[in-house]
Nanobody
């Protein structure tokens, strides 16, 4: 059972930055599909970004050029660097994992990162609030 522990949420003004972290003590991310989701009040959970076992990344259009997903396998930590934040980015952010994998995440289709049902393990969520 992989336990994901998130940190780094908070409140910022529009245009600001935050970095979210997701740690999984005792597990190596190198052979896991990893992703970040967000859920705003009254809305469905949305896939924001994913990172494949080979390190390739995918993003939802609304965050391309502003958000960067990365992982440090040595530290078993996943990151989401969020720049140029907008009020519409306000949500609870969740990290998610699926694995261990023997095949690339992309074998499940190009939009694997955007489907909550693809992932098995979830963090508890961290609130991000962006004020205008």
């Amino acid at each position: 059972q992989v336990q994901l522990v998130e940190s780094g949420g908070g409140s910022v003004q529009a245009g600001g930055s935050l970095r979210l972290s997701c740690a999984a003590p005792g597990y190596t991310y190198s052979n896991y599909c990893m992703g970040w989701f967000r859920q705003a009040p009254g809305k469905e959970r949305e896939g924001v970004a994913g990172i494949d076992t080979d390190g390739s990344t995918r993003y939802v259009d609304s965050v391309k050029g502003r958000f960067t997903i990365s992982k440090d396998n040595a530290k078993n930590t996943l990151y989401l660097q969020m720049n140029s934040l907008k009020p519409e980015d306000t949500a609870v952010y969740y990290c998610a994992a699926e694995g261990p994998r023997t095949r690339a995440c992309s074998n499940a289709g190009g939009s694997w990162y955007s489907h909550p049902g693809f992932f098995v393990y979830w963090g508890q969520g961290t609130q991000v609030t962006v004020s205008s």
